[in-house]
Each structure stands twice: as C-alpha cells, then as structure tokens.
C-alpha cells in the first residue's frame, strides 16, 4: 500500500506543483504563474482545477506510460528489425532505411529505425568527432629525424601480387627513399634500414607507428618491472644499439609526410612502371635506385633551413651484420643440442653454460654465440630414432606361507 502513495515526479513538475500550490493559497496570481511556468493562465487554470479535484497527482501528464497515438504497429517493428538483422545487419541506419523503403518498402523515418535498433541491440551509438591536429613544423636539418613505414598496395598492377613498398623520407627536406619486399615485417625493416644507413648515416630520430614490427606488444615481466626496462622489439633493439632515438606515432596523422608520398607514389610510381614494363620485385627495386628516386627527389625534396647533415657516419668498430639480425635465447642440453624453428642444432664444442645466444642474419644465416664468442655447430637432419623400451607385465608378488604377515594374520583370526 505504501509503494501505491509514492507519486515519481520530474523536477520540472515539482516546479510546477509548488507553483500551482501557491495558486490555489490565493498567494500568487494565475497569470503571474502563467509567467513563471511559461504557460498560458487558462492553462495554469486547468492545472489549478485538477490539483483541487485530484491532489498533487493531478500535475502529472495523462498520457504518461501510455502508448503514442502517433505509434507504428508492433507487427511493422519486428518485421523491420528481423529484415536488418538478416540482410541489412552492417548497414548504418540512415543506409539501411534507404534501402528498406527501396527494396522491401518500408517507409519510416531514420530516427524511428535508429531508435529501434538501439533499444533491441543492433545497432550502438558512436560518437566521433574529429581531433583538433596541430600543424607542425619541418626539423631544421637534413638527418634530425626521419619517418619509416610500409605501404602495402599493388604496387606491379596484375602483373605481380601484392607487394609492400618500404619507404624512408626525412622530415627536413623530403628526400625520400625505400625498396619492395614481399612483407612487411623484420627482416624488411632491417635490411631497408640498414640501406639507409648506409648510403646517408644514423639519423638522431627515427618516427614509426605501432605496427607490432616496430613496437613490442610483450608484457612487462616481474624482472623488468623491478630493473624499470621495457620490453624492445627487434627493430627497437637495433635502433637502441645503434643510438638513434624511437618515436612511435599515435595516429597516422602525426606522420602524415610519409603516409602523404604514398599517395603520389601510387599514383606516379605505378604509372611509370607500367610505361618501364617492369613485372618483377627485382626490376622494381632496380628502377627505384637507377630511375625513380634521384627524379623524384630532384622534383619534390627540398632544401633544409640548415645547412648542417646531422646524419652521424657509422662507427668502425660496429659489425652491421649482428646489428642487423634477429636475436634470440636457446636452451642447451645436456647432449649439447639446440632447438630452434623447428630444427634441432648441434654445437661441437661445449660453451660452458645452459643458454645460448642465437642471431639469425639478413640473409638467412644462423650464427650461435656464448659471450661473443661463436660456437661451431652442425644442423641435424634427422633426428635419432631411440629405441623403444619393452614394458614386461608387472609380477605379482604373492607372499610364502611361511610370511610373518601371514603368521600374524592368522594370529588374528585365532584371537577372533
């Protein structure tokens, strides 16, 4: 009895209520009231005759929890829902009801359909709003900072499949460079990287997105907590040994300059191999270096505000080929073999220790070391075939008569 007394009302009817109150007190005027409601004083009148017939009730709207009388039928909502999810269930609203009133015609309104969506499940509402992205400036010199990604397009038309366009442009003047791989991946970076480096010198920034190839996705362990270290992908790692500093881009947007080029790549580049004739990774990679690149830059690059190339040239004594492999641990045991992709290894000198340092090159060569020292070993082609143990039937063993368990037990028996 006490939840039927309870009466919900909205604070804009409790406004009115405590108005309408003073109304009927004789405290306030019907058509000051009509001024502070925003209503009309033979409306606040009505108001005022129903709160004195019904008590506070009286304020809240008649058609409240009732139907719209400007409701579709029931019938046409579940057979509109049921064609979206079965036909129309990757539609936005707005294309979905063009498409209901074109094919199945249904004629409702985008809100109505949206609505309905919604409330069954279909359908969730997202908000995007553009961000706000500052402009910014070139670096001031050739080598400051240079961004690296992978496009992946068709790059020879139908006369190759799909390869990935590696490319390098620096910030400064634009100059850019690259070379075609088969994938986008580490070994790629890598081998591109190191052309760069090569041919220009270690820059100070490199600028990369967060394509698992660039960034490790690899949680921290307990270890790496306590030492405060993160966890380095093989492209951070070379990076890291070679001191260029990483930045990894939160958008597409922040490195705009390189993922820019691509699109005159693909417009330009894939015209002017077609014209070349070329069908082959290999021919492409040839025509970048001998043709495209040097016209390109000489076309769209641009001088530096300084004069100074901050590309720093490559210390003697680092070995570019251990650099620039993929590193990892194994295991050894105790009959002095490795496992690795799949391969069993044997090393033909004992290192001395249970791991192993395991550095596969560009080029598909393994190289194992222990302290940078390299360890000799040999692939083992087919692994040994042990022989297999013959398991005899378990013997029961059924104790003499003479057993002292059996004594005891019939010691037993007796005193039973």
């Not at 000489?298 to 003697?316: C, D, G, Q, V």
């Not at 040994?384 to 029961?396: E, L, T």
Request: aromatic content about 8%.
């Amino acid at each position: 009895m006490a939840e039927r007394d309870i009466i919900r009302m909205s604070q804009k009817e409790l406004k009115c209520l405590h108005i309408i109150l003073k109304v009927l007190e004789k405290r306030l005027k019907q058509t000051e009231a009509a001024k502070l409601l925003g209503l009309c004083a033979r409306q606040i009148a009505r108001i005022a005759q129903r709160v004195r017939k019904e008590g506070a009730q009286g304020i809240i709207h008649k058609s409240r929890g009732k139907p719209s009388n400007r409701a579709l039928p029931e019938p046409l909502k579940a057979k509109t829902i049921k064609l979206y999810r079965k036909k129309y269930y990757d539609f936005g609203p707005i294309f979905a009801n063009e498409k209901l009133f074109e094919i199945n015609k249904i004629k409702i309104s985008n809100q109505t359909l949206r609505n309905w969506l919604i409330e069954d499940g279909a359908w969730q509402i997202t908000r995007k709003h553009k961000k706000h992205r500052q402009w910014r400036q070139r670096k001031d010199s050739f080598g400051e900072m240079v961004q690296i990604d992978g496009s992946h397009h068709k790059w020879l038309e139908n006369r190759a499949p799909e390869c990935v366009l590696m490319g390098h442009i620096d910030d400064a003047t634009g100059r850019m460079s690259g070379k075609f791989y088969n994938y986008e991946g580490t070994k790629p970076a890598m081998d591109s990287f190191k052309r760069y480096i090569i041919k220009y010198g270690i820059p100070l920034y490199v600028y990369l997105d967060k394509h698992t190839t660039y960034k490790s996705t690899k949680k921290q362990s307990i270890e790496d907590e306590l030492n405060n270290t993160k966890s380095l992908s093989q492209l951070e790692r070379v990076f890291k040994e070679l001191g260029a500093v990483v930045i990894h881009a939160n958008s597409p947007q922040a490195k705009g300059r390189v993922e820019r080029s691509f699109n005159t790549h693909q417009d330009r580049l894939i015209k002017e191999m077609r014209l070349a004739g070329i069908k082959t990774i290999k021919a492409a990679n040839k025509f970048l270096d001998s043709y495209y690149w040097p016209k390109h830059n000489r076309k769209f690059a641009m001088p530096a505000k300084s004069k100074t190339n901050l590309h720093r040239p490559i210390p003697k004594h680092l070995d570019l080929d251990r650099i620039f492999s993929v590193k990892g641990n194994a295991a050894l045991r105790n009959d002095f073999t490795i496992r690795y992709k799949k391969k069993l290894y044997q090393i033909l000198e004992n290192p001395g220790t249970k791991t192993v340092a395991i550095e596969e090159r560009l080029n598909g060569k393994l190289c194992i070391y222990h302290k940078d020292r390299q360890l000799k070993y040999e692939l083992i082609d087919t692994k040994p075939i042990q022989a297999k143990k013959v398991y005899k039937p378990r013997k029961i063993y059924i104790p003499p008569k003479d057993h002292p368990y059996r004594k005891f037990k019939i010691r037993t028996r007796k005193c039973a």
